[in-house]
């Protein structure tokens, strides 16, 4: 009989060093309308990817989120179908989007179809003509995505929190209700885009396998001739947390309780931003975390809790989320409590925190590796009054956090007692876990 001696572990292999960040060729023009064009070369494959940022506010919920999806419906001289056709000749597409502070007009085409595409973009921006057909099928579509999300506990807990924390702040609300949907006409939908379908403030980010000063003069070639001053975007800061008892949500009946924790952040441009990262990290920002490795890996509460910083224009919030077992709601909100307490008071250990550096710093390399991913983060950063050029500037201030940096961070903005936090689950079940740890309010879905 042949014995096999148990194979001993073998230590993993110490981290590389951090490649420089370089940051690529771009170049930027002030269109006479107001528009700001930024280009940025990246010869990566023979593609270019556009984004247009335009500021939008949140006054019209509803048509807001009609308009975004029934934008690229049609022109004078183009039906919907018409406009995918011209964009599939040059190998490419547009989309649109909308978030609490902007719209969003992004596609791709290969180099040689940049003319057209950026053709197609100012027909729609300027001449969109909402059919009523198309609005109709659209909202109806965006209603039913609407009810089915109203129907998920994550977007339920996630509506919760935004109000508990923003109040009466136009981020408080974040989805229309279908019927606001249902009531939205083309009429309005073409006054809205009259209102505010503009290039004043607005922002275009251009990159790909182009020389920039060629992307810019084929931007102004197609756009100068689009018009409009922005009117009445302007945000409101966002109000300061205040912590108070733990807002309860009752959803009869759930088998999970989702958990969710806001904390004070500050925006990218503030000094403590790199340290903050770093931070959030240690605690719960990627799967090497302490929160993960505890009520995850340790105590298996929990599949997946993460938090990550939320940028938004009118100011910033780091937000922790977990969808944990029922039974355990009170157990894994401790733990929670327990790791934002010992890194508000303990710094992290140095071979920790390097891991967090090192991933911090390599994900903003991975980001900016693709078109794709470069021209939604020059974007990003350009709705924020941000360049390329603070991405070195962000990447050589991760690289000087020392663990005390950290911990005063994380001493200013996580501690437990500046938390609000929202739990939606069984009432009935968890109410009492919950009261044992923390004062608690309690409301209906």
């Given at each position: ?10 230590a993993?292999?110490?981290l ?7 940051v ?8 006479a ?7 940025v ?5 023979p593609?270019v990817?556009?984004?247009?940022w335009?500021p939008?506010g949140r006054t ?5 989120a009609?308009?975004s ?9 183009h ?6 056709a ?5 190998g490419?597409?547009?989309?649109a ?7 969003m ?7 040689t179809?940049l ?7 100012a027909?729609v921006?300027?001449?969109a003509?909402y059919?009523a057909?198309?609005v109709?099928?659209?909202r109806d579509?965006l209603i ?11 977007h339920?807990a996630?509506?919760a ?5 923003y109040g ?8 229309p209700?279908?019927e606001q949907v ?6 309005a939908?073409r006054k809205?885009h ?10 275009l980010v251009?990159?790909?396998?182009v ?8 931007a102004?070639q ?6 409009g001053?922005?009117?009445g ?6 109000p300061?947390l ?5 807002l ?12 969710r924790i806001?904390?004070p952040?500050?925006?990218?441009t503030?000094p403590d931003?790199a340290?903050?990262q770093?931070?959030?990290l240690?605690f719960g920002g990627y ?13 298996g509460?929990?599949?997946g809790?993460h ?6 224009v009118a100011g910033s919030?780091l ?6 077992a ?5 157990p894994?909100l401790?733990?929670?409590t ?7 008071s303990?710094p992290p250990k ?6 967090a ?5 390599g994900?903003?390399q991975?980001?900016?590796s693709?078109?794709?991913g470069l021209a939604s983060l020059t974007?990003?950063?350009?709705g ?15 690289a ?8 005063e961070?994380a001493?200013?903005?996580l501690?437990?007692?500046?938390a609000?936090t929202v739990v939606?689950g069984?009432?009935d079940?968890i ?8 004062p ?6």
């Amino acid at each position: 009989m042949t014995t096999t001696a148990p194979a001993t572990p073998r230590a993993l292999p110490a981290l590389g060093p951090t490649r420089k960040l370089k940051v690529p060729k771009q170049a930027e023009r002030r269109l006479a309308n107001g528009l700001t064009v930024i280009a940025v070369r990246r010869p990566a494959v023979p593609l270019v990817e556009l984004r247009l940022w335009m500021p939008f506010g949140r006054t019209h919920l509803a048509r807001g989120a009609v308009l975004s999806q029934t934008i690229l419906s049609g022109t004078q001289t183009h039906t919907a179908t018409q406009i995918a056709a011209e964009l599939q000749k040059v190998g490419g597409g547009l989309s649109a989007g909308i978030d609490p502070d902007r719209l969003m007009l992004s596609g791709a085409a290969l180099v040689t179809g940049l003319d057209r595409m950026l053709e197609l973009a100012a027909d729609v921006l300027t001449d969109a003509t909402y059919p009523a057909d198309w609005v109709g099928t659209e909202r109806d579509r965006l209603i039913d995505r609407i009810q089915v999300a109203q129907s998920q506990p994550a977007h339920l807990a996630r509506t919760a929190l935004l109000k508990r924390i923003y109040g009466s702040h136009p981020y408080a609300v974040q989805t229309p209700e279908p019927e606001q949907v249902r009531a939205v006409k083309p009429p309005a939908l073409r006054k809205l885009h009259a209102e505010r379908v503009h290039p004043a403030e607005a922002v275009l980010v251009l990159v790909g396998d182009v020389r920039p000063e060629r992307a810019l003069d084929a931007a102004e070639q197609a756009l100068s001739g689009w018009r409009g001053e922005t009117r009445g975007v302007d945000l409101p800061p966002t109000p300061p947390l205040e912590p108070g008892p733990l807002l309860l949500v009752d959803r009869p009946g759930s088998v999970q309780s989702s958990l969710r924790i806001a904390l004070p952040a500050v925006p990218r441009t503030h000094p403590d931003h790199a340290a903050l990262q770093l931070a959030n990290l240690v605690f719960g920002g990627y799967f090497s975390s302490r929160w993960v490795e505890n009520i995850r890996e340790d105590k298996g509460y929990t599949y997946g809790p993460h938090s990550s910083v939320e940028h938004s224009v009118a100011g910033s919030v780091l937000v922790a989320a977990a969808e944990v077992a029922t039974e355990v709601t009170g157990p894994a909100l401790l733990e929670t409590t327990y790791e934002l307490g010992r890194l508000a008071s303990l710094p992290p250990k140095p071979d920790e925190l390097e891991q967090a550096r090192q991933y911090a710093l390599g994900t903003l390399q991975l980001g900016m590796s693709t078109q794709a991913g470069l021209a939604s983060l020059t974007s990003a950063y350009a709705g924020n009054g941000l360049r390329l050029d603070f991405l070195a500037e962000h990447a050589a201030r991760l690289a000087k956090a020392t663990p005390e940096d950290v911990a005063e961070v994380a001493a200013r903005y996580l501690a437990p007692a500046k938390a609000v936090t929202v739990v939606l689950g069984d009432a009935d079940r968890i109410e009492g876990q919950l009261a044992a740890l923390t004062p608690v309010r309690r409301e209906s879905a």
